[in-house]
């Protein structure tokens, strides 16, 4: 079975910075898209990255961007999201998503990141 397990997140001053994983597995299609999406108490779910396959394209909420880079390896088993000069409204739960060409969904559990003094 499909399986997305976030990790990395935790507690950062503002200014700081911190690097989420996404461990990937029991993928069967190839995928079409991956990407991190993140919830604030109260908030609707956003998306904050994408990495599309196809032509290897990046996609960024305009409030990261020159802030964060998702990236993944070579063959997809581990997507990334390296994040720098944090604010306190960065504070979310993060989550892995990953949508296959046979228009597969798929959503990791979240990892929190907690950005305050």
């Known amino acids: 079975q499909v399986h997305l397990m976030e990790s990395g997140g935790g507690l950062v001053q503002p200014g700081g910075s911190l690097r989420l994983s996404c461990e990937a597995s029991?993928?069967?299609?190839?995928?079409?898209?991956m990407s991190w999406y993140r919830q604030a108490p109260g908030k609707e779910r956003e998306l904050v990255a994408s990495?599309?396959?196809?032509?290897?394209?990046?996609n960024y909420a305009e409030s990261v961007k020159g802030r964060f880079t998702i990236s993944r390896d070579n063959g997809w088993n581990t997507l990334y999201l390296q994040m720098s000069s944090l604010k306190p409204e960065d504070t979310a739960v993060y989550y892995c998503?990953?949508?296959?060409?046979?228009?597969?969904?798929?959503w990791g559990q979240g990892t929190q990141v907690t950005v305050s003094s």
């Open positions: 998503h990953a949508r296959t060409y046979s228009s597969g969904n798929y």
């Open positions: 029991g993928f069967t299609q190839n995928r079409a898209a």
């Open positions: 990495l599309i396959n196809i032509g290897a394209k990046t």
